[in-house]
Structure formats: C-alpha cells, structure tokens
C-alpha cells in the first residue's frame, strides 16, 4: 500500500519569506503527486500535480513542487508567501495500480505572520 | 453553483444515533469518493463508487454504510453514530477517462460531532 508522510505538521512563517513543505512517499514504478491546499472552513483545491516529465512542476497562486525519485520526495515551496497563503497544506499520490484512488499525507498547516 | 455540493454542512448528534450525509454533483462524472479528514491524519477513503452499479470499500470502512441513488448522488450513512467518528467529511468526484490520472474534485466538508 502507498504511503505518504509530510515532514512537518506546522509551519509559522513571516509574509515574504520563502517557504517549503515537504513531503515523501513510498516508491511505486510509476506515481502520480499532488498537492492540495485547505483554506479555512472550504474544501480541497488542487494546488499543482506530477503526472509525469519535467520534475520540476508549477501550480497556481505562485507554488512549484519538484519531484525527485531518488529521495522519494515531493517537496512544495514558493519564493514569498502573502498572508492570503495561511491554509493546510496535503500532500498526496496515486498510481495506476491504485485506481485513480488518492492517498494523502498528515496536512501541514502553515501560518503566514505579518 | 458549486460543482459538488454536500448536506448538511454541519451536524451534532449523539451516540446511537443514524446519521445520513449527502453529496450531489452537477459535474458529469461517473466516480465519487467518499473521505473523513482527521488532525494529523489527512483524509482516508471510506467509500468509494466508479459508477452507480460499483461500490467499494476504502482503507477505514467499518462502522460506515454508502447508497449511489444515481449518477450524481452518493450518501454515507453512519448506523450508530460513535464518538471516534467525529470528523470532517468530505465527498470528491472525478470524471473517467483514458489520461494518466482524472482529477478529484472536493465538496465544501460536512463537520459532524457526535456526543
């Protein structure tokens, strides 16, 4: 069964500075990342996902991720965070094997301070 | 109108009791999921439906029953509600193609407690 472990469970950051979430998973021949943000009180949105080529993968609202097989990592980052970016953050993967069914990680909840 | 709508958004109940969530979808799509999110947890699959004739269990079933009334409903019922089932739920669907991987689309969470 796949697994997926997020390094940290709380993030404090200053707004401006970068951050970076990371996230790791267990191997698979061949598997499909993600990374979904929780605002308050909302539902999930997929933030950007790694299907396959380029390991280097850009999402909206600024993020990028990079997938490296070697580690089994996933990390998130983006350069200067907004106080708007305060949410929850999970990773996720999948694979064909699984069926299209996602397997998430613990969430890292990140506090964006003035 | 969102896409993927859940009912109610908020319960409280008690121990014992039968509780039905809702889901409906405007989307299209034949697939819907059905998750709990707990802290530090994430969110695990308890059900999920690859079209109205095809349900099947997720990684933490028990205790939990599902009814795929048609293509865009999918309810989760809880018999006899417990304590340990207080949680965040959450209802996804994705659409069923020939790419890679079809992405999963979340309701707003349902927040039930049960006492």
């Known amino acids: 069964a796949q697994s997926v472990t997020q390094l940290d469970s709380q993030v404090p950051v200053f707004e401006e500075a970068p951050v970076e979430l990371r996230c790791n998973y267990s191997?698979?021949?061949?598997?499909?990342l993600f990374w979904y943000v929780q605002y308050p009180n909302q539902g999930l949105q997929l933030l950007l996902k790694?299907?396959?080529?380029?390991?280097l993968v850009k999402g909206i609202n600024g993020f990028e991720a990079e997938f490296n097989k070697s580690q089994t990592s996933f990390h998130l980052r983006k350069p200067s965070v907004h106080i708007s970016d305060t949410a929850e953050y999970f990773c996720?993967?999948?694979?064909?094997?699984?069926?299209?069914?996602?397997?998430f990680g613990g969430g890292t909840r990140v506090l964006v301070k003035p | 109108d969102a896409d993927v709508t859940q009912t109610p958004r908020n319960r409280i109940t008690k121990t014992g009791k039968r509780i039905m969530l809702e889901c409906s979808q405007t989307?299209?799509?034949?697939?819907m999921y059905w998750y709990r999110q707990d802290p530090g947890l994430g969110l695990r699959l308890i059900y999920y439906?690859?079209?109205?004739?095809?349900?099947n269990k997720g990684e933490i079933s028990d205790g939990y029953s599902v009814s795929r009334q048609a293509q865009a409903k999918f309810s989760l019922s809880l018999e006899s509600a417990i304590p340990n089932q207080t949680a965040l739920y959450f209802c996804?669907?994705?659409?069923?193609?020939?790419?890679?991987?079809?992405?999963?689309?979340f309701g707003p969470g349902t927040r039930l407690t049960v006492l």
């Open positions: 996720a993967s999948s694979s064909k094997a699984a069926g299209n069914k996602l397997t």
């Open positions: 191997s698979s021949v061949s598997v499909y």
């Open positions: 790694y299907l396959s080529g380029s390991t």
């Open positions: 989307k299209g799509h034949d697939r």
């Open positions: 439906s690859f079209d109205v004739k095809d349900i």
């Open positions: 996804a669907t994705s659409d069923f193609g020939l790419s890679a991987y079809n992405e999963q689309f």
